[in-house]
């Protein structure tokens, strides 16, 4: 079993920055083992459905983004940490949603797509005012 933990949400205002760090742990979890995992972060915004926002994959570390955050937010991952972070730059009031990371043990999964992914952090706000 994997949790993950969400943190560094918050209010900013339009054009700054955030970073959000999302930590994972488990009893038989080992640093080889997230180092090996696919990992994601997904939005929701209140009645919209979960947004895909980036991921990266395990083994060179390629990443993939929506079109609406490309250029702006970054993902990274740190395996001698098990954290996966995600820069936000030039924050936009329509990027205000809860934020959500995600992990999955398998390589080769549709990476935009919210049922490929097993383990989930509870969330963090991010608010973004004009």
């Known amino acids: 079993q994997v949790q993950l933990v969400e943190s560094g949400g918050g209010l900013v205002q339009a054009g700054g920055s955030l970073r959000l760090s999302c930590a994972a742990s488990g009893r038989t979890f080992s640093t080889y083992s997230f180092s090996t995992y696919t990992l994601a972060w997904f939005r929701q915004s209140p009645g919209e459905e979960r947004e895909f926002v980036a991921a990266?994959?395990?083994?060179?570390?390629?990443?993939y983004y929506a079109d609406s955050v490309k250029g702006r937010f970054t993902i990274s991952r740190d395996n001698a940490e098990n954290t996966v972070y995600l820069q936000m730059s030039c924050l936009k009031p329509e990027d205000t949603a809860v934020y959500s990371c995600?992990?999955?043990?398998?390589?080769?999964?549709?990476?935009?797509?919210?049922?490929?992914?097993?383990?989930w952090g509870q969330g963090t706000q991010v608010t973004v005012s004009s």
């Open positions: 995600a992990a999955s043990p398998r390589h080769n999964v549709v990476i935009s797509k919210d049922y490929e992914y097993d383990y």
């Open positions: 990266i994959r395990w083994n060179i570390g390629s990443t």
